[in-house]
Each structure stands twice: as structure tokens, then as C-alpha cells.
């Protein structure tokens, strides 16, 4: 009699999986269910030994960083590792080593996201992740361009436009490197998704910040727990929302 049932109960439970799997349509109409209890549970419980895969994509992301602002502060002159330098810098140098340490922290930051999205989609996944949206740094850096610009004039108009922009834009980037889409499709997609929900996404937004608070308590070793986590816990609400390749 156990193989009887032994189909179906496998049916139910690759659907129960599947409906836990957004998609782009499926999120811009706002047909999704997202709680930041769950997100966060389960970013928790997915964080059990993929810690080490993260923090190996957050040293990789470190020393990529600390490389580019080296490179970048011997080219433009600008110095990056002097506290009372940057207060001398000269205009020039100052907007060109921004520029370019932004290039090319944009597609590393989109990585590290990748890497928690890709863990709580169970996908393969390692720290190298970081490296690995480069192909995209020209739809990736106008997207950010964009969405900096944007947010800038919302803080301009009375704050709250600013405020509601940067949470509504929180799933942008991802949808760029992991669903290929231009720039303001990727902005409009993750605006109309997020406004279904915002106030959900807020609390969200707001948990992860104290998430990172907590752990920098206690000589900063929370963190070997809290970044994992948080991580997760995006990649667990990117993926309730767009799902993703697998998914769609």
C-alpha cells in the first residue's frame, strides 16, 4: 500500500517546494506571500553550515575592495588609506577614485548578494560568487547609477519618497545579474513587487540592520554568526518574491 501513496506524497512535496518559488510575473503582481518571521527562520536554519561559504565570499569581497582602492589611489593620486588625506585631496582625484571603486564595487556587492540567493534557492554556490557578475558591470553600474539618482531626489522631496524608493528598490540589482533584465526593468519590477508589500519589506529592512547591530556586539564575534544570516535571510525574500531561474 506504500507505494501507492509513495507518487503523490512526492508530487505534493515538489509543489509544496515549487510554490515557495516566486516569479518575476508573480511578484510584480504582488502574488506572493512573504513574512520577515520565515525569512529570517530560514535563513537561520540555512546558515547551518554555509557559514564558511560566506565568509569566504565576504574575506574575497574585503580584499577585492581593499585592492581596488589601492589600485585606484596610486592611478588618481587620491589617498585611500590616509584618514586626514581625503580632507586634501584635489576634485579630480576625489570623483575618479570614486568612480572607479564604484565600477567596480557594484558587481562585487551584487555577488555577495548572489551568494546568499543562491544558498536559500539550495543552488551550488561558493565565494568566488563575488567575482562572478562582471559580464553584467555595465547594466549593473547604470542600474545603481539610476537608482542612487532617484533615491537622492526622493530624500530631496521630503524624505519619505526617499525612504519608500530605497526599500522599494532592495531587490533590483539581483534581478540584473540573476534574471538578466535592463536597468529600469530591473527598478520597476522590484518597485511594483515591493509596494504590494512594503511595510512587510520595511520591517525587514529594519530587522537586518539590527540583525548586524547585534553582532557587531561582543568584540564583533556575533558576526560570524549575524552576516551568514542576514544573507540568507535576503536571498530566502528575493527568492519568495522572483524566485529565480529554477523557479520562474
Known amino acids: 500500500m506504500s507505494d501507492i501513496y509513495k507518487a503523490p506524497e512526492s508530487q505534493l512535496a515538489e509543489n509544496s517546494e515549487a510554490g515557495d518559488f516566486g516569479s518575476l510575473e508573480k511578484g510584480i503582481a504582488g502574488d506572493y506571500s512573504?513574512?520577515?518571521?520565515?525569512?529570517?527562520?530560514?535563513?537561520?536554519?540555512?546558515?547551518?553550515?554555509?557559514?564558511?561559504?560566506?565568509?569566504?565570499?565576504i574575506i574575497l569581497y574585503i580584499i577585492a575592495i581593499a585592492a581596488t582602492s589601492f589600485v585606484a589611489g596610486l592611478l588618481t593620486g587620491y589617498p585611500a588609506f590616509d584618514l586626514t588625506g581625503p580632507a586634501s585631496a584635489s576634485l579630480s582625484s576625489t570623483i575618479i577614485y570614486n568612480l572607479i571603486t564604484g565600477i567596480v564595487g557594484v558587481p562585487l556587492a551584487v555577488g555577495m548578494m548572489m551568494v546568499g540567493i543562491k544558498i536559500a534557492r539550495k543552488e551550488e554556490t561558493s565565494g568566488t560568487e563575488v567575482f562572478a557578475h562582471f559580464d553584467k558591470i555595465v547594466p549593473l553600474c547604470v542600474t545603481y547609477i539610476i537608482m542612487s539618482i532617484l533615491v537622492g531626489i526622493g530624500f530631496l522631496l521630503l524624505v519619505i519618497p526617499g525612504i519608500y524608493l530605497v526599500i522599494a528598490y532592495m531587490l533590483a540589482l539581483p534581478l540584473v545579474a540573476d534574471q538578466n533584465l535592463g536597468p529600469w526593468k530591473a527598478l520597476e519590477a522590484s518597485r511594483k513587487a515591493i509596494t504590494n508589500n512594503w511595510f512587510a519589506f520595511l520591517g525587514f529592512?529594519?530587522?537586518?540592520?539590527?540583525?548586524?547591530?547585534?553582532?557587531?556586539?561582543?568584540?564583533?564575534?556575533?558576526?560570524?554568526?549575524?552576516?551568514?544570516?542576514?544573507?540568507?535571510?535576503?536571498?530566502?525574500?528575493?527568492?519568495?518574491?522572483?524566485?529565480?531561474?529554477?523557479?520562474?
Open 34 to 57: 512573504f513574512s520577515i518571521g520565515e525569512a529570517i527562520n530560514e535563513g537561520w536554519q540555512l546558515s547551518k553550515g554555509k557559514k564558511r561559504t560566506v565568509w569566504f565570499a
Open 205 to 248: 529592512f529594519i530587522v537586518l540592520i539590527l540583525i548586524y547591530l547585534v553582532g557587531g556586539l561582543a568584540l564583533l564575534i556575533g558576526l560570524i554568526w549575524a552576516l551568514p544570516l542576514a544573507s540568507i535571510a535576503y536571498g530566502v525574500a528575493y527568492r519568495k518574491v522572483f524566485g529565480g531561474p529554477q523557479g520562474s
